[in-house]
């Protein structure tokens, strides 16, 4: 177990509707890092945040927001949701930012848009 | 454009006998890879990493090897073992150490 935990475990919504998913980073890492897995294919990366601030993105629309807590908990916020957002997104913490470190995810969140 | 591939999406091994898996990647200021295993409903577990400075790091049955002429590693495991069946992922830390790219997956599946 990483200490990475995700909730909703699963989840279905309507195209057009929003959707929060929640993440709590294991003890002592301040790094989150967001990613989506659709079928078939490996995690593609959405943004990480450091200390509260987004420092860095990948190629997604900014209706994918995010937000960071002070105790390091993160958020991940999709508005207007589209059929091809389904898919299993992961949270992912590190004990810092940059250098040669692994990451830690959470079992994930599957969404399901209809 | 996949930065990271792994060409076979499925490998299948008796158990006890040797399993190789193969990634390749396209960008050459890589320099951090691992290795994850992933089993359905979890998520990617870490197994084991090399730095670009090395050829080879080894964990238990665990080898990751790589070849960075080639912008070639792998991964071999040593025996294996039923409960090695899973999802692969080969992947790679960007330039700023800031996050991984994956590759596609490959789904090992050892036959007892």
């Known amino acids: ?114 | 454009d996949q930065q990271v591939k792994q060409n076979s999406p499925s490998l299948s091994v008796q158990e006890g006998r040797i399993s190789i898996l193969n990634c390749d990647y396209t960008n050459s200021m890589f320099d951090y890879f691992l290795w994850y295993k992933k089993y359905p409903a979890e998520g990617p577990t870490f197994l084991i990493s090399i730095s670009s400075i090395k050829d080879k790091n080894e964990d238990g049955r665990f080898t990751v090897f790589l070849n960075k002429s080639a912008k070639h590693l792998s991964l071999h495991i040593v025996p294996s073992q039923p409960g090695d069946s899973a999802v692969y992922f080969c992947a790679a830390l960007n330039n700023y150490g800031q996050n991984f790219v994956f590759g596609p997956g490959t789904r090992l599946s050892v036959l007892p």
Do not use: M
């Not at chain 1, 997604?60 to 927001?65: A, C, I, L, Q």
């Not at chain 1, 995010?66 to 299993?88: C, H, I, K, R, T």
């Not at chain 1, 040669?100 to 209809?114: I, K, S």
């Open chain 1, 1 to 114: 177990e990483t200490g990475v935990t995700q909730s909703p475990t699963h989840l279905i919504k309507t195209r057009g509707q929003q959707v929060t998913l929640r993440c709590s980073s294991q003890s002592g890492h301040n790094t989150v890092s967001w990613y989506q897995q659709a079928l078939g294919q490996g995690p593609q990366f959405i943004f990480q945040y450091y200390r509260e601030e987004e420092n860095g993105r990948g190629n997604f629309p900014p209706r994918f927001s995010g937000l960071q807590f002070p105790n390091y908990s993160s958020e991940l916020n999709v508005n207007a949701l589209e059929l091809d957002d389904s898919a299993l997104y992961l949270c992912a913490s590190r004990a810092r930012q940059g250098g040669n470190t692994e990451a830690f995810f959470g079992q994930g969140t599957r969404l399901t848009v209809v």
